[in-house]
């Protein structure tokens, strides 16, 4: 008794690459949902006190995807073309893969984190948690065929 297949391999493909196009998009997705979380939460829970407004405006992200932009959160004006040239640099240095870069692009921002204040370091940890938690049900749900 012979068994007879109902599809053929570009079938298989197809269904394989609209597998992979969804998985990709909930890892953008999470790494956008992430990637809001971090500003918001650098923003409000700075420690230091930003008189001109600049630092906390600077921050933003982008999401890359093999070295290509997929998704940008630009910082709000007034720091709006230093984190542009930051993320700029730093994209450059991740060309595989997903990436997340999250930044406050003022010159001085580093300078504020040395004296002691939080200006992006205190809101990391709960986006590394957010991320592993997010790519973790990801994971789950794919391994169910979900």
Request: net charge neutral.
């Amino acid at each position: 008794m012979a068994i007879t297949p109902k599809f053929n391999n570009a079938q298989i493909r197809a269904e394989l690459e609209r597998r992979m196009a969804e998985i990709e998009a909930k890892v953008i997705s999470a790494l956008e949902s992430v990637g809001e979380y971090f500003i918001a939460d650098a923003r409000t829970d700075g420690s230091y006190e930003d008189q001109s407004s600049d630092l906390r405006n600077s921050i933003g992200y982008i999401i890359m995807k093999n070295g290509q932009q997929i998704r940008y959160a630009g910082p709000r004006e007034g720091g709006k073309a230093s984190a542009d040239r930051v993320l700029a640099e730093l994209a450059l240095k991740y060309p595989k893969g997903y990436v997340l870069i999250a930044v406050a692009g003022m010159d001085y921002a580093a300078a504020v984190e040395s004296k002691g204040y939080d200006v992006l370091s205190g809101s990391a940890p709960a986006a590394v948690a957010r991320l592993k938690e997010a790519m973790e049900r990801i994971t789950k749900k794919t391994a169910e065929g979900r």
